[in-house]
């Protein structure tokens, strides 16, 4: 047959010829030992957990090596195409602190191995298409989706392995005049390749992360052009690899099955396959057994999760981390307040089986971080948070910026010494602020003293009270006012004597604190009160009397 002329008549555009590509796509200049990685996504879906997982490695391999990571979007796939999902991968990226180098989107100078966008490079996998059917390694394939359902249900009731390969390969062994005639026809037709392979032979490929994986060789004639002349995914990423000058291919372990093929490709293309890492499945404990983490029972898989729960984008990242390499847990330890970019991250120190992805650790390490935010952090940090996910009334508060870093440093404790180390999430610790405001303070007093008592307390303390007292003249206040409701006024006479007293001083402000912020636990009353201010403070005693 010939094959040269099959390949003109199939893809009559004038194409550059293929080793032109090699010029206009020339090797990278790198140090030794650069890693170029990718993230791939196709714009199916929004991206999630098990992405942005796979992306830290991708990034920090590359960052670590003085390498290069790119961003590749890979829209083969026109009709699952979701709209905003490549705005959705570059924000939630961003998000959490993940920068590319270069690729789809990304305002860079290194930009020099697009379009990065698989349909806008249509020109270059055409090329290689009819360069492999002019070496007899592809060819046209005419089989309706009706013949090749029949196919894959004989082989299924055969128990054999489906698809397009061996004596079920029609098209492969069609006569050069029956392929005329059915282009002659206007049949429509695809490209396969012709597989060189044998499944009944075995090799083995090391894996970046699991090491050593016996395969079997590919033995399919997958589909490389479908028939709009638009490649398949295994087609393009191959090409894209080679002329990205992609060295390491980190994806999901559910990409192994596919990884014969994509050797078969770079072979058959003269390619030097880059090295592949498959990363293992983030999995939870469910009970007593570990799963993989599901899109219909996880909402954590999300990405959307994270942002709508507030978590401090850092803290994801740390756990992740800690997820990724075993052994960034004891680093942290050792650099708590390091920047988690000067850990030595190491693909081949990623776990071989199942990573557990677990919720509770999550939550210590967004503690500790949002503990350790300064006042102006804290407040970029909830404002952030507010402006996407917050009430109106959030909004209203959070405009006031001066006033709420105030407040912040003495709840959050930010200004000093005394950190809150509680708060795992945004919305928690907007929550912890409502009540120095007065649309959103809705106290509901739970007094542990009666009436009379109360109100003498709230009533006494209103008259005493002054904006200019400091710490200590407050305190002073307050323990004068314990001898007028029956309380002890010093603790040590309370320990002494309890009998005598109905109460003591810290019961006092007890009740004071109660009345100002609706709750038995804030932290410094006499703080609080000169954040309010004299009238506000003086109109919540008034109100809290019952
Ligand atoms: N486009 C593929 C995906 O959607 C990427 C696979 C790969 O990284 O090779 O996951």
Redesign the pocket.
């Known amino acids: 047959m010939d094959t040269k002329k099959l390949a003109e008549k199939l893809i009559p555009d004038e194409l550059p010829s293929p080793e032109s590509y090699e010029e206009l796509y020339p090797a990278r200049q790198l140090p030794a030992g650069a890693e170029v990685t990718r993230l ?3 714009p199916t879906g929004f991206i999630h957990l098990g992405n942005l997982f796979s992306a830290l490695a991708d990034e920090r391999v590359a960052h670590t090596t003085g390498g290069i990571f790119y961003l590749r979007i ?1 829209d083969t796939d026109e009709k699952r195409k979701v709209d905003g999902a490549v705005e959705s991968v570059i924000r939630s990226l961003d998000y959490f602190g993940i920068k590319f180098d270069e690729g789809a989107e990304i305002d860079s100078p290194l930009n020099k191995y697009g379009p990065y966008y698989q349909r806008r490079r249509a020109g270059l996998y055409r090329a290689f298409a009819k360069k492999l059917i002019a070496e007899g390694l592809a060819y046209p394939c005419f089989c309706t989706s009706g013949e090749l359902d029949a196919v894959r249900e004989k082989q299924t009731e055969n128990k054999e392995i489906t698809g397009y390969y061996g004596t079920y390969a029609k098209c492969r062994n069609l006569s050069e005049e029956e392929i005329y005639k059915k282009l002659e026809e206007g049949m429509p037709y695809v490209i396969r390749l012709k597989s060189q392979g044998n499944a009944a032979n075995k090799f083995t490929f090391r894996d970046a992360i699991k090491g050593d994986i016996t395969v079997t060789e590919n033995e399919q004639d997958i589909v490389i052009l479908k028939s709009d002349g638009i490649p398949t ?1 295994h087609f393009a ?1 191959a090409i894209d690899d080679h002329f990205m000058h992609t060295t390491l ?1 980190i ?1 999901g372990e559910e ?1 192994l099955s596919s990884l014969p093929v994509h050797i078969e490709l770079h072979k058959v293309l003269g390619f030097k396959p880059p090295r592949y890492a498959h990363t293992s499945s983030l999995m939870k404990m469910d009970g007593d057994t570990k799963r993989k983490l599901s899109k219909r029972k996880d909402p954590e898989l999300s990405l959307d999760y994270y942002r709508k729960a507030g978590y401090f984008p850092l803290a994801v990242v740390k756990y992740l981390m800690t997820v990724l390499n075993s052994n960034f847990e004891e680093w942290l330890l050792k650099n708590p307040d390091g920047d988690y970019r000067d850990f030595k991250f190491r693909i081949d120190k990623m776990g071989k089986s199942g990573a557990l992805f677990d919720l509770d650790k999550l939550n210590d390490v967004s503690k500790t971080e949002i503990s350790k935010l300064s006042a102006d952090e804290c407040y970029g940090f909830l404002s952030g948070w507010v402006s996407e996910f917050g009430t109106e009334a959030d909004k209203a508060h959070f405009a006031n910026r001066e006033y709420l870093v105030k407040i912040l440093n003495l709840v959050m404790g930010t200004g000093g010494k005394k950190r809150r180390k509680d708060i795992e999430r945004a919305e928690q610790g907007v929550r912890l602020l409502d009540y120095f405001f007065d649309d959103t303070f809705k106290p509901v007093y739970g007094y542990r003293f009666d009436r009379e008592t109360v109100n003498i307390v709230l009533k006494e303390f209103a008259a005493a009270y002054s904006p200019d007292d400091d710490n200590s003249v407050w305190f002073a206040k307050v323990k004068a006012l314990a001898p007028k409701v029956g309380f002890a006024g010093e603790m040590s006479e309370y320990k002494a004597h309890p009998e005598n007293y109905k109460g003591n001083v810290s019961d006092v402000a007890e009740i004071l604190r109660i009345a100002v912020t609706g709750s038995a636990n804030s932290p410094d009353l006499c703080t609080i009160m000169g954040i309010l201010g004299r009238e506000r403070s003086l109109a919540r005693l008034e109100k809290g009397m019952i």
């Open positions: 791939a996504p196709s890979e995914y990423h291919v994806r990409w």
